[in-house]
């Protein structure tokens, strides 16, 4: 067991992660990140799979993921942020100091910033796979402008399909919604307003079977199956945007913080960073299932640092 006992603790190094270790390391808090590593959470998160970020302030010409996440860990180490590449194998908040353990070594720290983020559901197609980021994308705010005036499909029946798609609607020449039943599991007004646009189509109880075409290395269409019928069939498309789900990396915490019915962490107090256990703070999309950018990840990031000094300094721990 580590003898030191930090002022916090940050778990997980994306947009939110680096930017908390960024305003705790400049409120001389000397933070430990534990970053995760390339056999469990990826070091960076989600924008380290990303080629191009074009939305994100500061870069006029875009940047890519890795690029954009380099710069970030080069800056929070800047500033006296210890890296840890590793994962947290378990924590026990239960007790103070809390601790945080990497496999048979415990880190112990009077705060813990959760900044673990969450990953897109997939649906697990080896041409998906080959085709990530070239045409196939999980995020139509984020890719949707590469897309302009082009042919899109959208594979979703929840909420989520249904705000991507319309969102595409707005850019793109036709949006086609691919899903499996014939009942969606988004909310009426969402469904009626994507059968009310005129640049939508649906193509219901069918699956995706194959994305086209990773010879040309880019998205020319997709083979679609209807369960009914069986029938297959070609639709020409440009891109295919994934809406079915995200996962939030949360199952260290299960049993020890509050999660929602679809596992994200829960604020204790609305409009903060909090959960129920004071001292411990979730920040990122850990926690948000609504807005899932780069952008509100960092503001969340440095909403948990700036609590977190607060309430160190107002328990005279720092």
């Not at 969450?118 to 139509?140: F, Q, T």
């Not at 646009?197 to 193509?203: E, I, W």
């Not at 990773?214 to 498309?237: F, R």
Request: glycine residues 10%; charged residues 20%; aromatic residues 6%.
């Amino acid at each position: 067991m580590s003898s030191d006992v930090r002022n916090v603790i940050i778990i997980g190094s994306g947009p939110a992660g680096l930017t908390a270790a960024i305003y705790a390391a400049r409120a001389n808090l000397k933070p430990l990140c534990i970053e995760g590593s390339v056999i469990g959470g990826i070091p960076g998160g989600q924008l380290m799979i990303t080629t191009t970020v074009e939305n994100y302030p500061g870069f006029p010409e875009g940047i890519t993921g890795p690029d954009l996440m380099a710069k970030w860990r080069e800056q929070a180490v800047r500033f006296g942020t210890e890296i840890i590449t590793a994962d947290v194998t378990r924590v026990d908040f239960g007790k103070r100091p809390f601790e945080c353990w990497v496999e048979n070594e415990c880190h112990r720290a009077n705060a813990v910033i959760i900044a673990t983020g969450a990953k897109a559901k997939w649906l697990g197609l080896e041409s998906e796979h080959a085709l990530e980021n070239r045409g196939v994308s999980a995020c139509a705010t984020c890719d949707g402008y590469f897309f302009r005036n082009q042919d899109v499909c959208v594979v979703g029946g929840g909420d989520t399909a249904m705000e991507e798609a319309l969102y595409l609607a707005g850019l793109c020449k036709s949006v086609t919604i691919i899903h499996r039943r014939q009942d969606f599991r988004a909310s009426k007004i969402m469904v009626e307003r994507a059968q009310k646009h005129p640049k939508m189509r649906f193509l219901l109880d069918s699956v995706v079977t194959e994305v086209l075409d990773v010879a040309q290395n880019t998205v020319t269409g997709v083979k679609v199956k209807n369960l009914v019928t069986g029938a297959e069939s070609v639709v020409p498309t440009q891109g295919l945007f994934i809406a079915i789900g995200h996962q939030p990396n949360t199952q260290l915490f299960e049993g020890v913080l509050d999660r929602d019915e679809l596992g994200y962490l829960v604020h204790a107090v609305p409009g903060t960073t909090q959960t129920k256990i004071p001292g411990v703070f979730a920040a990122g999309d850990v926690a948000d299932h609504v807005y899932r950018q780069a952008v509100t990840a960092a503001g969340s990031g440095c909403m948990a640092a700036i609590e977190a000094e607060r309430w160190l300094s107002a328990n005279q721990l720092h």
